[in-house]
């Protein structure tokens, strides 16, 4: 355990510069896929890797690049999401900012696998100091050959573009940002078409997140088959993990997908343990989106097996004991923090990120964040809880893309785990009142309490 | 070749349309900071697009602010990461200061407040955004200082709001 691929070279100095990226090996994939590689060679390396989309699907990127319509006559595009909005999530950001050149390699060589002569980074707005990062990155590339007219001599031709958004969650899902891109509202499109088949400008395109294209040059180097063998299962591969909330050391760690979840929390190599000496209450392991589990469950599954950091052991148990491994954005909570005003905090992010598009996501966000305001000022009533439920399953499966979904599954899974605390929130008024209650005298209860 | 040419540029012939969000921001940077509806329409002008089309983008972007904003916007993230390490405070503390609610300008033009929405950037929470640049790993004591610093660095008559595109200050 501990292979390190994407953040191996990250303390090079210099590692931001072309040249010492180069001097570690940097470009060879491109070198091997474009002067003895076709196209669909890659994409089948990519297939036989395993590698599953880093951006919180973790659909098979290999599959995706499949699914490109090589027929039609029209330009294919490759769009990079960087639009990394996901509360809890920064690890794009990270790999951006600290090692751009992967990114470029990993974009050259992708876009060679679909056949696109066009392709574009769409970063979040908001991230405006790492634009001339990449643009940078981007012109020393073209100025050693790796970007532009007939890349290497092979004849083939890459134009690489950063496009900015503007500051909107929704922009994070495929459709929406390619009709951002297009220079529209984000609002997301109807599927079917996908946009292997009608995506920006109405031409066969491929969006990736950050993490999956810097994994495509590893994958070229030491083949699918050999990355592979990395990982756990179908959890192949490493992955980057955001670490915030209450422990000793936040930040971005590379692990190999299978790590036990203990070891990743505790050891001083990654989260260095929940701080201040207190004790864990819940974790949320893969970003906002996904299920809460309170410590217990977070640790073992039901079953009382420990649980690994991969897609398929987060997983176990479904959404009754499961969760996601997502995006990998992992929020720690102590026994302070108040399960209800978190809640509240992510209700009122998706209201506010909701496009408004579908009725059930537009309406239903606000009124979640509605009566979770309530409750947790102490104003709540009994019957909330179920409202809350209610709301909750009404906008699941009902809205054009996952952002209901993403909305509703925070609510149902803190209220499935930490009923309890709720109830607290409505028999005693007078203790919630001030925001910090729990700091103040942590919520007890055997059930979600254990030694960290 | 004018950084709005350049920016056009990067997009098919015909798809001009694209590079009305990287204009927008290059205009709200050089137009004071925000997006008056002349300034947009200057813009639909420029892409030959109407101005509606104009209207309706830089009303749903968060980042696009559609009021006169002071000379530094002081942007602070209030989801779930930052709040578990205490953004709240962060809010409340600049608020009591500056004597403004979430939202408002100081009357002496210099701050504006706006809470915003994860900006990525929990694994050093609490933090805020101020043009191009992130202050993180925020406390309520440290604010003093870096409320100073940024009353020296923005009390200029053209402050810098930042943008991902160069634009030239004069």
């Known amino acids: 355990m501990g292979r390190k691929l994407l953040l191996k070279d990250i303390n090079v100095p210099g590692i931001k510069s072309f040249e010492v990226y180069r001097k570690q090996g940097g470009y060879a994939s491109v070198e091997k896929a474009l002067k003895t590689m076709s196209p669909d060679a890659v994409v089948e390396e990519v297939k036989k890797s395993g590698l599953r989309g880093r951006g919180g699907a973790g659909f098979p990127t ?14 294919r595009y490759l769009i990079c999401n960087a639009d990394e909005s996901e509360p809890g999530t920064f690890k794009d950001r990270f790999l951006m900012e600290y090692i751009p050149h992967a990114l470029i390699e990993g974009m050259i060589v992708s876009s060679f696998a679909l056949g696109a002569k066009t392709s574009y980074i769409y970063m979040r707005g908001e991230f405006r100091w790492i634009f001339p990062i990449l643009e940078k990155a981007i012109e020393e590339a073209r100025a050693a050959g790796f970007l532009g007219k007939n890349i290497l001599g092979s004849g083939y031709d890459l134009e690489l573009y950063v496009h900015s958004g503007a500051g909107a969650y929704i922009c994070g899902e495929e459709t929406a940002q390619i009709e951002s891109l297009e220079g529209k509202r984000g609002n997301p499109r109807n599927k079917p078409p996908f946009p292997a088949i009608v995506g920006l400008y109405g031409c066969p395109t491929v969006v990736n997140n950050v993490e999956s294209i810097a994994a495509v040059p590893h994958i070229l180097n030491m083949g699918g088959d050999e990355y592979a063998k990395i990982g756990i299962g179908k959890s192949t591969g490493t992955k980057l993990i955001s670490a915030s909330g209450h422990i000793n050391k936040p930040g971005v760690y590379e692990i190999e997908l299978g790590l036990p979840v203990e070891e990743f929390l505790n050891s001083d190599e990654y989260c260095g343990g929940v701080w201040k000496g207190r004790k864990l209450k819940a974790v949320i392991p893969g970003g906002s989106s996904v299920p809460i589990l309170p410590a217990d469950l977070f640790l073992k599954n039901a079953k009382g097996e420990a649980r690994l950091m991969s897609y398929e052991s987060l997983a176990d148990g479904g959404f009754a004991s499961g969760s996601m491994l997502g995006s990998g954005g992992f929020i720690v909570m102590d026994e302070t923090a108040c399960i209800v005003r978190n809640l509240w905090t992510f209700a009122r992010f998706y209201h506010h990120e909701s496009c408004g598009q579908c009725s059930p996501c537009r309406e239903g966000t606000g009124w979640m964040e509605k009566v979770l305001h309530r409750i947790e000022h102490g104003h709540g009533h009994m019957h909330d809880i179920d409202l809350l439920v209610d709301v909750a399953k009404k906008i699941e ?56 | 070749m004018s950084l709005v040419q350049k ?90 200061k500056l004597g403004i609610q979430p939202g408002e300008t100081s009357a002496d033009g210099m701050f504006t407040l706006k809470v915003v929405e994860c900006l990525a950037s929990c694994g050093s929470a609490p933090m805020m955004q101020v043009g191009n640049n992130f202050i993180e790993n925020l406390s309520v004591e440290k604010m003093d200082d870096v409320l100073k610093k940024l009353r020296e660095t923005h009390n200029v008559p053209s402050p810098d709001y930042g943008s991902p595109y160069p634009v030239n200050k004069a």
């Open chain 1, 62 to 75: 290999g599959m995706k690049w499949s699914f490109i319509d090589k027929k039609s006559e029209k330009p």
């Open chain 2, 7 to 96: 920016i056009i540029k990067r997009y098919p012939e015909g798809r001009h349309k694209s590079a009305l969000l990287p204009i927008l921001h290059v205009a709200q940077a050089e137009f004071g900071g925000w997006l008056s509806p002349e300034t947009m329409d200057y813009v639909a002008s420029i892409l030959n697009i109407k101005p509606i089309e104009v209207y309706e983008v830089a009303s749903f972007y968060s980042m696009y602010n559609l009021q006169p904003v002071g000379k530094c916007v002081l942007e602070v993230c209030q989801t779930g990461p930052c709040w578990l390490r205490g953004s709240d405070d962060i809010i409340q503390y600049i608020s009591n």
């Open chain 1, 397 to 452: 499966g009902n809205t054009i893309c996952p952002l209901g979904d993403a909305a509703a599954w925070p609510v149902a899974s803190a209220i499935r785990h930490f009923r309890e605390e709720f109830e607290y929130h409505i028999k005693y008024p007078e203790k919630v009142m001030n925001p910090k209650h729990f700091e103040i005298e942590p919520f007890r209860s055997e059930k979600n309490l254990v030694m960290a």
